[in-house]
């Protein structure tokens, strides 16, 4: 297996067997944003802490998008192996949204208020051969 990377350092908790995403928190607020920031939006405080925004979520909202994305997004799809893909908010349990790409990529599969689970995939390899990793999120498996 080729060596994996995070596209971004400090996004999500990884490897990991239940990866989570990484935000933060405000210490005089209680704000939470993604991904982290040193001062707090809502509040200006400068007080803020590294924190996990958890694994799982609801579908707030969605769409499908049916083009390649554009730079800086770049991937290693190509024109021929493109496949439309959701790309949706998923409502973490701190009340934060998320903007996030989706596995589910028909609106057969799709519903507002959707479970869903974070997972860690492949997007493209870098100029060494490093596979660089970063989030999507798919439909909770239900037991």
């Keep these: ?26 210490l005089e607020c209680g704000e939470h944003a993604f991904p982290s920031q040193d001062s707090c ?7 803020t802490e590294i924190v996990g925004l958890g694994h799982s979520g609801t579908l707030w909202t969605w769409t499908v998008q049916s083009f390649m994305p554009k730079s800086p997004y770049l991937t290693d799809e190509t024109p021929e192996t493109f496949r439309p893909y959701g790309v949706g908010y998923v409502e973490l349990p701190c009340g934060l949204k998320v903007e996030s790409r989706l596995r589910e990529n028909s609106p057969d599969s799709l519903a507002i208020g959707l479970d869903m689970e974070l997972e860690i ?19 909770a498996e239900v037991s």
Excluded: Y
Aim: proline fraction near 10%.
């Design 1 to 26: 297996m080729a060596d994996q990377l995070p596209l971004h350092p400090g996004l999500f908790s990884w490897p990991s067997k239940r990866p989570e995403l990484l935000g933060s928190r405000c």
């Design 41 to 47: 939006r809502a509040c200006g405080s400068e007080q």
């Design 121 to 139: 995939i492949p997007v493209r390899c870098n100029d060494e051969g490093t596979q660089l990793m970063t989030f999507q999120f798919c439909a």
